[in-house]
């Protein structure tokens, strides 16, 4: 079936698709924003590579700008106390793995988990956004794949001392996304983004980057389902 679908019938300014969108552009201006904050403190827990944290920071902060662009333009009011609620748990085992000083697990929450679940997000949106908010998404992703990368490559390189830890924090994060992607997936159906879609595609990224970092297939596995429920 090469011919590519018309997806004509999304109304971009109906009252049913901006409800949905004021959640979802919500989610992923609250995300940018503390993935900024995360990466200003990953450069304080690393201060040899804080230049480069800096600069990641900086992209999430154009990030944040641009959906909240997004967002104006099809005259939306985001709900943000809903965001805010929707990455609390993420967000406070992130802060509770850098009062620690637990880099390894700090780099799993925001770099691998967040990052490839932004990107499976962006991926499935690219085809059913607006014409402006498909621009902006297009832009970000490709910087979102440089910050998996970065995380990866710092993993990789600390491989032997920090698989165990790696491991527990996928344990204790990665349920914690599935149950995420639950709580949005209707308002994610409205946009014209599957579930099926979104877990696939996460899975795939995040597959791929614990095959760089040095994990088997069968430990990528385990791993990648962990805490999946259909
Ligand atoms: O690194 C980043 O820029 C990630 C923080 C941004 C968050 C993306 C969250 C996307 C979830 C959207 C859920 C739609 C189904
Ligand atoms: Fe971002
Ligand atoms: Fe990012
Ligand atoms: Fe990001």
């Known amino acids: 079936m090469p011919q590519t679908q018309a997806i004509s019938e999304i109304d971009f300014y109906s009252d049913t698709y901006k409800d949905a969108y004021s959640r979802i552009d919500g989610i992923v201006i609250e995300g940018e924003q503390e993935a900024h904050e995360n990466y200003i403190r990953l450069g304080e827990m690393l201060?040899?590579?804080?230049?480069?944290?800096?600069r990641l920071s900086k992209m999430e902060a154009r990030h944040k700008k641009g959906f909240e662009a997004c967002g104006r333009n099809l005259k939306v009011t985001c709900d943000l106390d809903f965001a805010r609620r929707f990455f609390s748990d993420l967000h406070k085992n992130f802060q509770d793995a850098a009062a620690?000083?637990?880099?390894?697990?700090?780099?799993?929450?925001?770099?691998?988990?967040?990052?490839?679940?932004?990107?499976?997000?962006?991926?499935?949106?690219?085809?059913?956004?607006?014409?402006?908010?498909?621009?902006?998404?297009?832009?970000?992703?490709k910087d979102e794949y440089q910050h998996l990368n970065y995380g990866e490559e710092w993993l990789k390189a600390h491989f032997d001392?920090?698989?165990?830890?790696?491991?527990?924090?996928?344990?204790?994060?990665?349920?914690?996304?599935?149950?995420?992607?639950?709580?949005v997936d209707k308002d994610a159906a409205v946009l014209g983004m599957e579930k099926e879609a979104l877990v696939e595609d996460?899975?795939?990224?995040?597959?791929?980057?614990?095959?760089n970092i040095g994990f088997s297939t069968g430990e990528i596995m385990r791993m990648s389902a962990y805490g999946l429920v259909a």
């Open 47 to 54: 201060p040899e590579h804080q230049d480069d944290f800096i």
């Open 100 to 141: 620690e000083d637990k880099v390894p697990t700090c780099l799993v929450i925001q770099s691998l988990i967040i990052e490839c679940f932004a990107i499976a997000a962006y991926n499935i949106y690219i085809p059913v956004a607006d014409d402006f908010a498909r621009k902006i998404t297009e832009s970000v992703v």
């Open 202 to 211: 996460f899975m795939i990224q995040y597959g791929e980057a614990l095959s």
């Open 161 to 183: 001392d920090v698989k165990a830890e790696i491991q527990e924090a996928n344990r204790k994060n990665l349920p914690i996304v599935w149950r995420m992607l639950n709580e």
